[in-house]
């Protein structure tokens, strides 16, 4: 049909097929913008109940305006076929990200689920349930943003007994207990849904595998489902936890509404939890350049090559060992690397220090005798009073006055061994920079003189 034209809007190609019709990619000529155009199947538009179904999704999606919800443009009939006009989101469905790559990591997991759960309370607050949420159904964008689409046997509460068929509607492999049972479900049944595409997202296959129909909705009624941790090592427990309650045989044993199923996974998986009501902006798709769409046909490659040489995050040094064992040659050259950044931090740490430089201050000082004269200034304590001293003075006829210090002969110069450093100078004492007083010099003394002997005089004394 490419190229045909459908009211307003031209086919440019088929997107995929469902149980109620065909999807194709659309322009609409009138807009100049890209559609999704479902098309019932012409079997069944003779169908009076399928084609009021078809209606009633037209009419919940209408209700609908949420930026991880595919909006509705138009409804319309062309040639006794009914037409829906979606908005088209760019991107690869869920179930396409899970053939690459077989699973996803649980933050990845949890943020998809997070979208989810944002859509999903939106449109129960307006009445609507989805009834067949699976991984064909979930659109990942450029942006990462998670679109939920086709609505296609959503239940309007209003209208619920429009919807009811005799059968059971729904993918079997993610159909709630309670749609099995024939019971009325709600939006809990929603949440059961999204329980078991969380637990394919962690571990990589469903939590019930079955070769008939019957037996695949007897496991869902009746066998409990296995636990992710041991299909997936490096899960939480507490998100572990979170899966098994949603996927409760019960609905009263699961979360009551969508906003406490998103507070208990936003807790167990350590991201900030959205505010309620809170959206996103939706911008405008920008085109792809050149380069991007001649890289699309490699997409799938250049994604088990991306998986492939990811390290690991999660699972400790076993998860490492298994990277390492799939990966010989990039695990040698990171111990490679590893061992040069090894030596080098080593000889850094084993280089020798520099001596430390040779001080100013000499070994040992001799004490500097007073009153010697050498070259520069001294040092000295300041004089001191004769009187306050205690010191007596001398005899004013004494001419042989006490010998100074300047007189005494000089020590003869001691051996080097032999010097004993100075006293450490006492606290809170200050040594002033004194000029010495003017020496004075030292009293003469009288020189001696032997008397000249006495003359006898004439008389009968005769000195013998």
């Known amino acids: 049909m490419s190229g045909d034209q459908i009211g307003n809007f031209r086919i440019i ?12 990619r659309a322009m609409d000529t009138m807009l100049e913008r890209e559609v999704a155009l479902k098309t019932l199947r012409p079997e069944l ?12 999704e037209a009419i919940a999606l209408a209700k609908l305006n949420h930026p991880n919800i595919a909006a509705v443009y138009s409804f319309f009939r062309e040639n006794d076929r009914y037409h829906m006009a979606m908005q088209f989101v760019h991107g690869q469905t869920l179930e396409q990200r899970l053939i690459e790559r077989t699973r996803l990591g649980w933050k990845e997991a949890a943020q998809v689920a997070i979208d989810v759960l944002q859509a999903l309370e939106h449109a129960h607050a307006q009445g609507v349930i ?16 998670t679109v939920v689409m086709d609505f296609g046997i959503a239940r309007v509460l209003a209208r619920a ?7 059971l509607v729904g993918t079997m492999e993610y159909i709630a207990p309670e749609i099995v049972r024939g019971e009325d479900p709600d939006r809990r049944a929603d949440l059961y849904s999204l329980g078991v595409v969380l637990f394919e997202l962690v571990t990589g296959r469903l939590p019930f595998v079955a070769d008939t129909d019957y037996a695949m909705m007897r496991a869902h009624t009746e066998l409990p489902p296995p636990l992710p941790t041991a299909l997936c090592a ?100 990171g111990a ?25 201050t000499p070994a040992a000082v001799l004490p500097v005798q007073a009153g ?17 001293s205690g010191t007596a003075l001398p005899p004013a006829g004494d001419s042989n006055p006490p010998p100074r210090a300047a007189d005494k002969p000089a020590e003869p110069p001691r051996d080097s061994r032999d010097v004993v450093m100075p006293p450490e100078p006492k606290p809170n004492v200050v040594i002033e920079r004194t000029t010495p007083a003017p020496e004075t010099p030292p009293h003469p003394r009288p020189v001696q003189r032997n008397p000249e002997p006495e003359r006898p005089s004439g008389g009968w004394y005769i000195k013998r």
């Open 130 to 145: 989805h009834r067949d949420l699976k991984p064909a159904n979930l659109m990942l964008d450029p942006t990462g943003r």
């Open 45 to 56: 538009s003779a169908r009076e109940e399928l084609v009021e179904r078809f209606r009633v």
């Open 372 to 388: 010697a004269n050498t070259g520069g200034p001294s040092i000295d304590t300041p004089a001191r009073s004769p009187v306050s």
């Open 234 to 333: 490096d899960l939480p427990k507490p998100f572990e936890a979170v899966i098994l309650r949603a996927l409760a045989k019960t609905p009263d044993e699961r979360f009551s509404n969508a906003r406490e199923f998103l507070a208990a996974l936003c807790l167990a998986s350590g991201l900030d939890e959205p505010h309620a009501g809170a959206t996103r902006s939706l911008a405008l798709p920008t085109p792809k350049p050149w380069w991007s769409r001649a890289l699309e046909p490699m997409a799938p490659l250049l994604g088990k090559i991306r998986d492939q040489f990811q390290p690991p995050s999660q699972g400790g040094w076993v998860a490492w060992v298994d990277w390492g064992k799939a990966n010989p040659g990039l695990a040698m050259a």
């Open 336 to 360: 490679a690397g590893l061992i040069a950044i090894a030596f080098v931090v080593a000889g850094l740490l084993s280089k020798p220090k520099p001596p430390a430089p040779a001080s100013d």
């Open 161 to 167: 007994r429009q919807t009811r068929a005799g059968n």
């Open 13 to 24: 190609g088929r997107l995929g097929e469902g149980g109620m019709g065909e999807v194709f």
